[in-house]
């Protein structure tokens, strides 16, 4: 179940952060799309989305099964945890974002903007203030294989802020295809994927990083273009370094913009997780299957 682990040292700042005796844990296989990996840290066990099978799984860190935890799931995509410890997911079926209550019911956070439907709601963050930011492109509804195929009410695919009291706001209009985010250790900044390449190829395949003051978002200037694929979900470590989806593969850059190193994978990466008691091993969700790799950094404490 293990295979060795290829890095690429692509700058001295890798060296270090890997452990070269670690293996690449295959964990599972069976998925069609594997993506919104969300670790709970007090069961000990990762829950992600198999988007076309409509169904979510858990991989359970104490004796390693895997078990069907939600299906059908409204063809959800991007799972996090508040800083409550519950669940949060983006939906493509019912294009909301819910969130799982201690108890099991599901509260509906956000479905519409402006009185019209959202798109297919695809990742998602929470803020330590509780406020839930998520990103709207339109994966979900166009076509049929990840959702319900469907045009968009919208017509544009926004980021969106949802406050503590449901007010949903706008708050970045002007990217093509909005997909992973992630804020800054400090949270003062805000890092955005772009996958609007999917949808020709003048568009952007980058991740763009943003200012954040208060309920102020500016800036957005472009930080990293993928060098193996497309971005898509990324995690940021405790340090403040970027680990994103990229092709086969996972890249890792410093928050100043370089790429420094990169773990290769054998299938397309969709998104990625830190988890483990420790939050030092990184769950990463590729295509059919998930892997693990313990690292020698720990992921950001998020809740
Ligand atoms: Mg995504």
Redesign the pocket.
């Known amino acids: 179940m293990g295979a060795e682990a290829t890095y690429e040292i692509i700058d001295p700042r890798f060296h270090g952060l890997f452990n070269g005796n670690a293996r690449l844990d295959h964990l599972y296989s069976g998925c069609r799309w594997a993506?919104?990996p969300a670790w709970f840290a007090a069961g000990r066990y990762l829950v992600w989305s198999d988007i076309p099978n409509d169904r979510q799984l858990r991989y359970d860190e104490t004796d390693g099964g895997v078990s069907v935890f939600r299906a059908p799931a409204n063809y959800s995509?991007?799972n996090t945890i508040d800083r409550q410890g519950r669940q949060v997911t983006c939906e493509h079926g019912a294009r909301r974002v819910t969130r799982t209550e201690h108890d099991g019911t599901i509260t509906v956070i956000a479905d519409r903007f402006d009185g019209k439907r959202l798109n297919s709601p695809?990742?998602v963050v929470v803020k330590s203030d509780d406020s839930i930011w998520f990103?709207d492109p339109t994966?979900g509804i166009d076509s049929d294989y990840e959702g319900h195929k469907s045009e968009s009410e919208i017509g544009r695919s926004n980021v969106y802020r949802v406050d503590p009291n449901g007010t949903i706001s706008a708050v970045i209009t002007d990217m093509v295809k909005p997909?992973?985010l992630a804020f800054t250790p400090d949270e003062s900044q805000l890092y955005v994927?772009d996958?609007g390449r999917t949808h020709g190829a003048d568009n952007p395949a980058h991740i763009r990083l943003f200012n954040v003051k208060g309920k102020k978002v500016s800036g957005g200037k472009v930080f990293a273009e993928p060098t193996a694929g497309l971005f898509?979900?990324f995690r940021l470590d405790e340090d403040g370094r970027i680990w994103t989806s990229d092709g086969p593969g996972v890249s890792c850059y410093d928050p100043d913009g370089t790429l420094i190193g990169r773990i290769n994978v054998p299938e397309g990466v969709?998104?990625v997780c830190f988890g483990g008691f420790k939050r030092n091993r990184l769950y990463i969700c590729g295509t059919t299957s998930l892997y693990a790799i313990y690292l020698m950094v720990n992921g950001l404490k998020t809740y």
């Open positions: 993506e919104g995509n991007g695809n990742d990103t994966y997909n992973g994927a996958t898509d979900g969709a998104n």
